[in-house]
T-cell receptor, first 113, second 114 residues
């Protein structure tokens, strides 16, 4: 039982390059989320999805795009990376209903130089 | 004002001692509350949900005070392995279309020392 799997685990990008972070969950969860975590800022929601084919903006969506073509996968794209996007990115999923917590992936450490 | 506020610490705790810390939240409509644990350079992991009546899980006790809008976590008989950052988490919305969005506090760092 893998839970939530993120790939890649580490990446270094040059300013202006693009990349896609993949999140996959095998728990049949409806909801999926992308967060970034920066020192002193805590976890901030980038985008989220309440089901296959749906996405919505979170607290800090600028510079990111997402897609959820399949229920088990949630992709986060950076079209033109900037140094301000250097961060640790966490994907999470949850069941429907407000009494369920999240299951997080192990994170992707991204550095933009 | 942050939606969920925590003392960042660190709380330096002798092994075997008891430590307690709180967090405050601003959204009075919040219905779900959690404590997560995050080890250095790892993902957050659910430690326990917090129920209105208070609940206990082994050495960990969580309390909720809706009137004053704070949540507490108490760790008894601290172990070296309890050293971590503890994140206070509060639900933001009960609307299905908005997802089960949670708001995370900045975390309280606990260091248990021999």
């Amino acid at each position: 039982n893998a839970g939530v799997t993120q790939t890649p685990k580490f990446r270094v990008l040059k300013t202006g390059q693009s990349m896609t972070l993949l999140c996959a969950q095998d728990m049949n969860h409806e909801y999926m989320y992308w967060y970034r975590q920066d020192p002193g800022m805590g976890l901030r929601l980038i985008h989220y999805s309440v089901g296959e084919g749906t996405t919505a903006k979170g607290e800090v969506p600028d510079g990111y795009n997402v897609s959820r073509l399949k229920k088990q996968n949630f992709l986060l794209g950076l079209e033109s990376a900037a140094p301000s996007q250097t961060s640790v990115y966490f994907c999470a999923s949850s069941r429907t209903g407000e009494y369920y917590g999240y299951t997080f992936g192990s994170g992707t450490r991204l550095t933009v130089v | 004002r942050k939606e969920v506020e925590q003392d960042p610490g660190p709380f330096n705790v002798p092994e075997g001692a008891t430590v307690a810390f709180n967090c405050t939240y601003s959204n009075s409509a919040s219905q779900s509350f959690f404590w997560y644990r995050q080890d250095c350079r790892k993902e957050p992991k659910l430690l326990m949900s917090v129920y209105s009546s208070g609940n206990e899980d082994g050495r960990f006790t969580a309390q909720l005070n809706r009137a004053s809008q704070y949540i507490s976590l108490l760790i008894r008989d601290s172990k070296l392995s309890d050293s971590a950052t503890y994140l206070c988490v509060v639900s933001e919305s009960m609307i299905k279309a908005a997802g089960n969005k949670l708001t995370f506090g900045g975390g309280t760092r606990v260091l248990v020392k021999p």
